[in-house]
C-alpha cells in the first residue's frame, strides 16, 4: 500500500529549483542542434525537390499524425499530472503519469512498425538523401523519446516511494525534458510528413 | 465545466485541434507552397502554445530562456518560409 506524505508545497508554476534547473540548457543546446538539423534537411532538399518529393510520398502519414497525436496528449498528461501533484492529489499525479508513459510505449511501437514497413518496402538511406536524413532525424528523436520514458519511469518510482518537494521538482524537471521531446516532433513532423 | 476552466486542458484541446486542421489542409485543400506555409505556421503556434502553458519558460529562472524559444520559433519560421518561397521564386 503506497502512503503519501502530505509534504508537498502547494505552488501555482514551476517550483524555484526546476527553474533554476540545468535541464534548461540542455533543452537550449538540444534545440539548436535540431534546428540546425533542420536547415540540413532543407538544404538538402533544395538540391534534389523531386527525390524528397517522391520518397516522402511513401511516407505513412497517418502513423506520423497517429504520433503527434500520441505526443500532444502524453506531453499534456505529464502537464496534468505536475497539477495534481502541486494541488496534493498524487493519487491522480500518479495515474496522469502512467497514462503518459504508456503513451510514450505507444509512440516507440508506431515508429517501429514504421521503420519495419519502410525497411521492408526497400526503403534504403544508400543512395537517398531523403531516407538518409528520415531515418537520422526521427531516430535521435526516438532517443529522446526512450530517454524521456527512463526518466518518466524514474520520477514515478519516486514519487510512488515517497511524495514530497524534492520529487516535485524531479517531475517538473523531466516534464520539462519530454515536453521538448513533443515540441520537436510538432516540427519533425510537417517537415518529414507534410510540407511539399 | 472545470475540465474547460483549466488552461492546460484547453492547450491540449487547442493543440489537437491545430493538428488536425494541419491534416485536413494536406488532405483536402493544399499540399502546395501555400498550404505548406500554413502548417509552418501551424505548428509553430503549437510549439508556442506548449513551451508557454506546458514547459511554463516564463517561469524559468533566466527570462533568456523566454526569450530564445520566441527567437527559435522566429527563426523555423524565416529558414522554412525562406527555404519555401526561394523555390516558388519570390525570393
Known amino acids: ?196 | 465545466m472545470v475540465f474547460f476552466q483549466n488552461r492546460v486542458n484547453l492547450a491540449w484541446m487547442g493543440l489537437v485541434t491545430i493538428t488536425c486542421l494541419a491534416w485536413l489542409i494536406v488532405e483536402e485543400v493544399s499540399a502546395g507552397f501555400f498550404g505548406s506555409c500554413a502548417i509552418i505556421l501551424l505548428s509553430v503556434l503549437k510549439v508556442n502554445i506548449v513551451s508557454s502553458v506546458f514547459m511554463e519558460v516564463r517561469h524559468a529562472a533566466l527570462p533568456g530562456y523566454a526569450i530564445f524559444f520566441k527567437v527559435w520559433i522566429f527563426l523555423v519560421v524565416i529558414i522554412f518560409g525562406g527555404v519555401f518561397a526561394y523555390h516558388r521564386g519570390l525570393l
Open chain 1, 1 to 196: 500500500m503506497v502512503k503519501y506524505r502530505k509534504s508537498a508545497v502547494i505552488t501555482e508554476h514551476l517550483s524555484e529549483e526546476a527553474a533554476n534547473s540545468g535541464v534548461w540548457i540542455f533543452v537550449t543546446i538540444d534545440m539548436i542542434i535540431f534546428l540546425l538539423l533542420f536547415v540540413v534537411f532543407l538544404t538538402e532538399r533544395s538540391n534534389d525537390i523531386p527525390l524528397f518529393i517522391s520518397s516522402q510520398l511513401h511516407l505513412n502519414v497517418t502513423i506520423g499524425f497517429i504520433n503527434t497525436i500520441i505526443l500532444i496528449t502524453s506531453s499534456w498528461l505529464v502537464a496534468s499530472s505536475i497539477q495534481s501533484f502541486r494541488k496534493n492529489v498524487p493519487h491522480n499525479g500518479i495515474r496522469s503519469l502512467n497514462l503518459a508513459l504508456f503513451l510514450g510505449f505507444l509512440f516507440l511501437l508506431f515508429k517501429l512498425y514504421e521503420y519495419t514497413e519502410k525497411i521492408n518496402s526497400g526503403a534504403s538511406i544508400i543512395g537517398n538523401y531523403f531516407y538518409l536524413l528520415y531515418f537520422t532525424l526521427t531516430f535521435l528523436h526516438m532517443l529522446h523519446v526512450i530517454g524521456g520514458i527512463v526518466g518518466l519511469f524514474i520520477v514515478r518510482g519516486n514519487l510512488i516511494r515517497s511524495f514530497d518537494r524534492k520529487a516535485l521538482q524531479s517531475i517538473e524537471v523531466v516534464g520539462i525534458y519530454w515536453h521538448m521531446v513533443d515540441l520537436l516532433w510538432i516540427i519533425l513532423f510537417p517537415l518529414l510528413y507534410l510540407l511539399r
